[in-house]
């Protein structure tokens, strides 16, 4: 059985109530069962956290063990440079996520720190954006 451990970084946690036009309104909890639905054959993990060295002790403990990591780093994926260490760090493959297209807004999101140590980047599919990252590891 595959196991891939997804991890959500600040402002995550309110999906449903953050920004509803941008985000949607599913809660990623409610989101997370239909993913497991989905992937039998997976053990799907869930983390989320708004504090930056938090999620690199995350990256850290599943980072030689796990088949795949879905990293959706939020506002960290435009400023850590450690987030990106970490993942050069570990083993596991990461793919970054992110739920809208941010080349469609702001400038400052158009930059990310960690692309370039990620095995690839899926963004402005919705939620579905994790669902391809799952995929991206069968």
């Known amino acids: 059985m595959k196991k891939i451990q997804i991890i959500n970084g600040p402002n995550l946690n309110l999906l449903g109530k953050r920004e509803p036009t941008v985000y949607g309104n599913a809660s990623f909890e409610d989101y997370l069962s239909e993913l497991r639905a989905r992937f039998p054959q997976c053990e799907i993990s869930y983390y989320q956290s708004n504090v930056e060295g938090e999620i690199i002790n995350k990256i850290h403990e599943v980072g030689f063990e796990y ?24 083993t596991t493959p990461v793919v970054e996520v992110h739920i809208s297209n941010v080349h469609a807004r702001e400038s400052f999101r158009h930059v990310s720190m960690i692309s370039a140590a990620c095995r690839g980047v899926i963004l402005g599919f919705g939620l579905d954006s994790y669902r391809l990252a799952i995929e991206s590891f069968m």
């Open 67 to 90: 088949d795949g990591i879905v990293l959706n780093a939020g506002a960290y994926t435009h400023t850590s440079i450690a987030l990106h260490d970490a993942i050069k760090a570990v």
